[in-house]
């Protein structure tokens, strides 16, 4: 089992930053890629972006490349969302997932673990 646990969300105004991180308890957390996801109501769950287990490879979601950047410090067993350029349609539930992988992917279903979710609200 890994426990995750996010931390940082808030309220924004639009065009500035927040850092979301997200700690991992449980198994070795270098088994694990690591990736966001976000659900707006109404809204299925988006992929976000994702990290590998050495931190070498980042995926990007369409939505937030350029703006959005990922990082993760496996000695301390964190992955950190930075989101610059923030924007409302960015309002949404965060999600952080782990997924026994070498290499990040964007399918939701191929994570095994989640956390509770932490809510980032961007006004106009």
């Known amino acids: 089992q890994v426990q995750l646990v996010e931390s940082g969300g808030g309220l924004v105004q639009a065009g500035g930053s927040l850092r979301l991180s997200c700690a991992a308890s449980?198994?070795?957390?270098?088994?694990?890629?690591m990736g966001w996801f976000r659900q707006a109501p109404g809204k299925e769950r988006e992929f976000v972006i994702a990290i590998s287990r050495t931190g070498g490879s980042i995926l990007y979601g369409n939505s937030v490349k350029g703006r959005f950047t990922i990082s993760r410090d496996n000695a301390k067993n964190t992955v950190d969302l930075q989101m610059n350029s923030l924007k409302p349609e960015d309002t949404a539930v965060y999600y952080c997932?782990?997924?026994?992988?070498?290499?990040?992917?964007?399918?939701?279903?191929?994570?095994?673990?989640w956390g509770q979710g932490t809510q980032v609200t961007v006004s106009s």
């Open positions: 449980g198994r070795t957390f270098s088994n694990y890629a």
């Open positions: 997932a782990a997924e026994r992988s070498v290499v990040p992917d964007s399918n939701p279903r191929l994570y095994a673990y």
